[in-house]
């Protein structure tokens, strides 16, 4: 097996200013080498790689990496920065910087050594030494672990070496959790597992091996990367007193860890705050919280230490929003065919209970009707719940529910549902936060916490602030029932250009989220039915745009974002904003700004003519329920026509770099991303 770095891949003065530049310089090194066959194609991994997270780590180390077709064997590039190059670290700048390229088809040898290096970079002598080491030749060596003339280096372990310590540090943790049975120790299991599954989850891994040695707590970890995993011994998941999951991709076989007490962080805070997370999980088990298993995933956890409120905020109303999201498409789209099988006035119809005629097309109106009304009847109580959810885990979603149903009982509607599930996480977590007796821990979960925090919603949301919020609520719709003319065009510009900002993001769902709240009555005003209709028919330009653009000019794409771009009609007729991503992931100055404008203009249309729409979901399958249906469509591809010109424009006027292998090929050419190109490795 070749060498994976040598001395033509060390530069100790990088100039770099950028992490792009950085990135490039590294990689230019390697496609002199003949490791890289595509400089821009690499790149456009690694950026689209940085793109799903910041690569910086505490202790001025950036880590670029990613797996690509354009490697052709397993490299490490190494530059030092006089002045530090912005990997998104939270203490400022790196001086140390890896490239780490693997082919796609990287075998497990070679992951493991690359698994081995990043597991070394938690060395706080090894990036001393690489700090003072005087030769490239030298920095070389030191990192490959070659033992030096005379003795070995105390300050390097090989990298070759720290492979196999690495692959069987599980086994020697398994076997140190079988002894001192006299004096037990605190027993965890972790896993840790990062989208590319080379670097983070071996760093998160080791950052909490030493963590648990200097708390004297036993603990063993699965790092489940790229080149698979060795499941932990079914009896140290068991004899385990808690759990740690730090990771940025599922956990795999994670019902194995449940009903235990665990921490679910991200990948980076395993690596960050190792101390923290044990701490916290030795904190739940004392007080019983079982959660093993079922806890939320990254995009629902109620924000990790270090993030401001609005940021906790955040994922907090996206818990609720997500889970919500379903309950309005099958329930509003329920009502809206049975709107158009058997008329507006369908609402009025007797239960199917009472009559039910199989060979009526009323009978099956009323009854797709009266599913949907009750599936809509979830809404605000789903959204109250799974905010709680996402603040509290588990012990939320009983006063959650409670709390969005008394909203719905109120007629307090989302805002009494958002208010209601803040209250509820917030009062469950100060009471988890109340020193409980041994004797009572077991019955906290599944009796003092619901009965206590659900009394305490509940009297809130009766007593104190329902009728304000009912009050807010009714003055909303009020004010959306009298919108038009200008009022009604600035409005649907505004949710088209909310719509287009960040395809499938928070700042997308607030939009969907008000426009939906809108019609989610069982009979709504015309102004909100407007207000759904922009908002759908904004959300379809982003994809339908980047396909249009695909199609006319495609040599200002590669072939990769051509193939990305057929893709695209289809997502785009079908309402899935999020097919642009690949083309806003690797060209975001270009692609999103040219979707905002056209979503602008396509909401603004919407709004001028009048569209309607009872079904909160957008694409052709809802074209026949859409009032003013032909200026609709009209509208949609007035907006996709307008963002495609931008963004032909906006890339026809940058020039390409010098050297480019292609004539048209952007500088930072579009990459697909985890999800459609590399492997993704849980």
Same mark, same amino acid.
């Given at each position: ?20 530049a ?23 991994d ?34 030092? &920065?006089?002045?530090?190059?912005? /990997? ?18 990287a ?17 706080a ?29 105390s ?7 720290? +492979?196999?310590?690495?692959a ?24 840790t ?5 080379i ?12 963590? =648990? ?43 194995r ?19 923290e *997370? ?13 959660? =093993? ?29 997500s889970?919500?999201?379903? /309950? ?8 809206? *065919? ?20 199989? #060979? ?13 009304a ?27 529910f ?5 909203? &719905?009982?109120?007629n ?5 549902? *958002? ?43 009766f ?49 969907? #989220? ?12 015309? &102004? ?44 785009? +007729? ?5 097919g ?56 949609? +591809?007035?907006?996709?026509?307008? &963002? ?25 050419i ?13």
């Amino acid at each position: 097996m070749s060498e994976m770095i040598t001395a033509d891949l060390v530069d100790l003065d990088l100039s770099a200013d950028t992490k792009e530049a950085a990135a490039r310089a590294l990689a230019e090194r390697m496609v002199a080498q003949g490791r890289v066959t595509d400089l821009e194609g690499f790149l456009a991994d690694v950026a689209a790689r940085e793109a799903q997270m910041p690569t910086g780590l505490d202790g001025g180390i950036g880590i670029p990496h990613c797996r690509s077709e354009y490697v052709t064997e397993p490299s490490l590039a190494f530059g030092r &920065s006089a002045e530090g190059v912005d /990997f998104g670290a939270p203490d400022g700048p790196a001086d140390l910087i890896f490239l780490i390229a693997a082919p796609a088809g990287a075998d497990d040898a070679h992951l493991t050594i690359l698994s081995a290096l990043a597991r070394q970079l938690m060395n706080a002598e090894f990036t001393s030494a690489l700090r003072s080491v005087g030769d490239a030749e030298s920095a070389a060596a030191l990192i490959r672990g070659d033992e030096p003339e005379g003795g070995t280096d105390s300050a390097a372990t090989p990298v070759a070496a720290s +492979a196999g310590a690495a692959a069987g540090s599980s086994t020697a943790s398994t076997a140190a959790a079988d002894t001192g049975a006299d004096a037990r120790p605190f027993r965890i299991v972790a896993v840790t597992s990062c989208p590319t599954g080379i670097a983070h989850t071996y760093m998160a891994a080791e950052a909490l091996e030493n963590a =648990g040695r200097d708390a004297g707590v036993e603990l063993v970890v699965e790092p489940q990367g790229s080149a698979g995993f060795t499941r932990l011994d079914p009896a140290v998941i068991a004899a385990a007193d808690a759990v740690i999951f730090a990771h940025d991709v599922p956990v795999r076989e994670k019902e194995r860890f449940a009903g235990k007490p665990t921490v679910d962080v991200g990948v980076k805070a395993g690596i960050n705050r190792p101390a923290e *997370l044990i701490t916290e999980v030795r904190g739940k088990a004392e007080r019983g919280e079982v959660s =093993g298993g079922s806890a939320p995933t990254p995009v629902e956890r109620g924000g990790e230490a270090g993030e401001g409120y609005g940021s906790k905020l955040r994922k907090w109303l996206m818990s609720g929003v997500s889970y919500m999201v379903p /309950f309005v498409a099958a329930g509003g789209l329920l009502i809206a *065919l049975g709107f158009a099988i058997g008329g507006y006035e369908i609402k009025s119809a007797p239960s199917v209970m009472d009559h039910f005629v199989w #060979t009526q097309t009323d009978s099956w109106a009323a009854l797709m009707f009266q599913i949907g009304a009750v599936a809509f009847g979830f809404l605000v109580p789903v959204l109250a719940g799974y905010i709680a959810y996402g603040m509290a885990d588990r012990p939320g979603l009983v006063p959650g529910f409670v709390g969005g149903m008394i909203a &719905s009982t109120i007629n307090a509607g989302f805002l009494g549902g *958002l208010a209601a599930g803040l209250i509820a996480g917030g009062v469950v977590l100060a009471i988890q936060k109340v020193k409980i007796p041994k004797a009572v821990r077991g019955i906290m979960p599944v009796v003092v916490i619901p009965l206590i925090s659900t009394a305490i919603v509940g009297f809130l949301m009766f007593v104190v602030i329902g009728k304000p919020i009912a009050s807010a609520q009714k003055g909303m719709t009020d004010w959306l029932n009298g919108l038009s003319g200008s009022n009604a065009i600035l409005l649907g510009a505004l949710l088209g250009l909310m719509m287009c900002f960040d395809l499938g993001g928070p700042v997308n769902k607030v939009a969907y #989220t008000f426009a939906t709240a809108g019609i989610a009555v069982s009979n709504p005003s015309d &102004s909100a039915m407007k207000i759904m209709a922009a908002v759908m028919a904004a959300g379809m330009v982003p994809p339908l745009a980047m396909a249009l653009a695909t199609t006319v000019r495609g040599k200002l794409f590669t072939e990769t974002e051509r193939e990305n771009g057929k893709a695209a009609w289809v997502l785009g +007729a079908s309402f899935i904003s999020e097919g642009a991503i690949p083309f806003a992931a690797a060209d975001p100055l270009r692609v999103i700004p040219s979707a905002m404008v056209g979503g602008a203009i396509t909401g603004s249309l919407s709004m001028a003519f009048g569209a309607t729409l009872r079904a909160p979901h957008g694409g052709i399958f809802v074209v026949p329920l859409i009032g003013h249906a032909f200026l609709y469509l009209i509208a949609i +591809a007035v907006g996709m026509c307008v &963002s495609a010109a931008l963004v032909v424009v906006l890339k026809g006027m940058r020039k390409s770099p010098a050297g480019s292998a292609a004539p048209g090929a952007p500088e930072d050419i579009s990459a697909p991303t985890a999800d459609t190109k590399q492997p993704v490795a849980a």
